[in-house]
């Protein structure tokens, strides 16, 4: 088992334009959150899935996010016409049904210029 | 929503204590969790509690008070490496398990 994985680790865009993180759960862990963590603080929830289903979403989550869970393994995030104000660490987490704990990984930091 | 509060940073002397404190405001508690994030790296585990009292894990220790909505994390014999923040976070009930962070306790070891 290698963990929570993220693609790409880090993003450079430019204002306006749309980026996409990719997220792999630890195998056979159904649910998936995404977090956004700015500098200096704890990490903010953004949106939750169970396999498939997308079950919660922050009012963080502008109607310029979307997140995915198409096979209930692997979880896109977009984000459209970015803000600089999006600049911030993107962490995901998984865990199994029925334990509580979420394992993160490494994050995607983004940075719009 | 929830309020969860802690201090921004504390320091301390290698082979030293330091205990982080926590509190919160919440509806419908669920467990309280303590993750240690190192500068520029992802949250990882380090206590859960759900019920009152304490919990021990080597040279870390995590203590709940749910009437009081209190928590500390204990950390003994410190090294060097235990420099980083320390992440207090709540899990409520129909919450989809989310967890609402606190801001995290910057702790800095000096030799």
């Known amino acids: 088992d290698t963990g929570v994985s993220q693609d790409p680790r880090h993003k450079i865009t430019k204002r306006g334009q749309n980026v996409t993180f990719r997220c792999d759960p630890i195998?056979?862990?159904?649910?998936l959150y995404w977090y956004r963590q700015t500098l200096g603080q704890g990490p903010e929830f953004l949106t939750y899935f169970q396999n498939e289903a997308q079950l919660e979403k922050s009012r963080l989550l502008s109607d310029r996010f979307s997140a995915e869970r198409p096979k209930g393994s692997f979880s896109t995030l977009e984000i459209q016409r970015t803000e600089q104000g999006d600049s911030a660490m993107y962490l995901c987490?998984?865990?199994?049904?029925?334990?509580?704990?979420?394992?993160f990984g490494p994050g995607t930091r983004l940075l719009v210029l | 929503g929830q309020n969860i509060d802690q201090p921004t940073e504390m320091t301390a002397t290698e082979g030293a204590i330091v205990q982080i404190n926590c509190t919160y405001q919440t509806s419908g508690f669920n467990g309280l969790f303590w993750y240690q994030q190192h500068a520029g790296e992802a949250p990882t585990f380090l206590s859960y509690n759900v019920l009152d009292g304490l919990e021990e894990k080597g040279r870390f220790s995590s203590f709940l008070s749910r009437s009081k909505g209190y928590s500390y994390l204990l950390l003994k014999e410190l090294q060097m490496k235990d420099s980083a923040s320390y992440l207090c976070a709540v899990r409520v009930w129909a919450a989809g398990n989310k967890l609402t962070f606190g801001g995290g306790t910057r702790v800095l070891v000096k030799p």
């Open positions: 987490a998984s865990s199994p049904t029925g334990e509580e704990t979420q394992y």
């Open positions: 195998s056979e862990h159904n649910r």
